[in-house]
């Protein structure tokens, strides 16, 4: 099994977080993955890295489809690969409708169909085979539609790519978003999973799978797991339990709380019914103690080192093939990966 590091959300000072990430390569920790939201993008980071590390692996956790053309990624995506010779990884997904909507400006519609067209138009500009063109629902290459001006011609790209097959890694929570993975994907970024639970929480990648006549070896899944230190499992538990209460519980109109779905499969009906109705009824500290110990036992790493380690060796007899810890420990890094 292989161990990546995750960046935190909101920017941290390079100077803080370089040391860990510089640390990490020395031990043998395989990746590091820059995360994007609405605040640092995912792009600029990884860039500076190729220049100041040599081996670990660059990945992009995730950029978001909605804020960048297919081109345009494909276009970073060769560029971030030259960089670091040959080191990249390109996570992609939709993000949120909040942050769709009230950030980039766009409407959040037809999810899945546009996730298989932009993926599709990724793969053939790097593929660098031929000008690329594309008639899909969503996307035309060349753009024939209202405003055109009739002269635009396939383009290939000017760059002839270091690679011409850029490992893409799709985040993806629902099962229909999770089965179209399954078909198109070379990984799964997963926010909530569990080693217990594979046989339900894969369900869906398997089918997809299945239907593109693919292997299981295929696609890697590449959990990102929260990471709580504290000097008993019960108080890293309490770090968590209001982060978890909101994943399962927030609602919004016309919005499926997958998370909940995830959650429900994993056997807590019960527990994702009362968080969200503790939710809606605006009783957050209700919907915080709603949260199952055992829920957070499974789903991330809390207390001690020495439990967390511990339980990676329950991780490590788990189909997953990168653990990606959000957490800033070399000293856990050192020992997880002396573990996996």
């Not at 935190?8 to 510089?22: A, C, D, H, T």
């Not at 992009?60 to 995506?77: N, V």
């Not at 982060?243 to 994702?272: F, I, K, W």
Request: proline share 7%; with cysteine; net charge negative.
């Amino acid at each position: 099994m292989r161990l990546g590091l995750a960046m935190g959300y909101g920017g941290e000072p390079m100077e803080e977080v370089l040391p860990v990430i510089q640390r990490a390569e020395s031990i043998g920790v395989d990746s590091v993955w820059s995360l994007e939201e609405y605040g640092p993008d995912a792009v600029s980071v990884l860039g500076y890295l190729a220049a100041v590390t040599s081996r670990i692996e660059l990945s992009s956790a995730i950029m978001q489809i909605p804020a960048r053309t297919p081109a345009a990624t494909a276009m970073t995506a060769m560029t971030l690969d030259v960089l670091s010779k040959g080191r990249f990884q390109l996570g992609l997904g939709l993000s949120v409708p909040w942050i769709v909507e009230g950030w980039h400006g766009l409407p959040y519609e037809r999810p899945l169909r546009r996730t298989r067209e932009y993926v599709e138009i990724v793969r053939r500009a790097i593929a660098h085979e031929d000008r690329v063109s594309y008639e899909g629902e969503l996307y035309t290459l060349p753009y024939t539609g209202p405003g055109s001006t009739g002269r635009a011609r396939p383009i290939r790209s000017e760059m002839t790519p270091l690679r011409p097959h850029i490992p893409i890694h799709l985040a993806a929570i629902g099962p229909r978003n999770l089965a179209l993975t399954g078909e198109l994907a070379d990984g799964w970024l997963s926010g909530m999973y569990a080693p217990e639970h594979e046989t339900a929480i894969l369900a869906p990648l398997d089918e997809g799978i299945a239907r593109a006549g693919r292997q299981a070896a295929d696609v890697r899944i590449c959990p990102i797991l929260y990471v709580a230190h504290a000097p008993t499992i019960d108080a890293g538990r309490e770090k968590l339990r209001p982060l978890y209460a909101h994943l399962v519980g927030a609602t919004a109109p016309g919005v499926r709380n997958t998370y909940a779905d995830v959650v429900t499969q994993m056997g807590y009906e019960g527990a994702a019914h009362d968080i969200r109705k503790h939710f809606s009824d605006g009783d957050k500290p209700a919907a915080v103690r709603a949260v199952p110990d055992r829920l957070l036992d499974e789903v991330a790493l809390i207390g001690p080192v020495e439990a967390m380690i511990e339980r990676l060796t329950v991780w490590r007899q788990s189909r997953v093939d990168t653990v990606i810890l959000l957490d800033r420990d070399t000293d856990l890094l050192e020992a997880a990966r002396a573990v996996l």
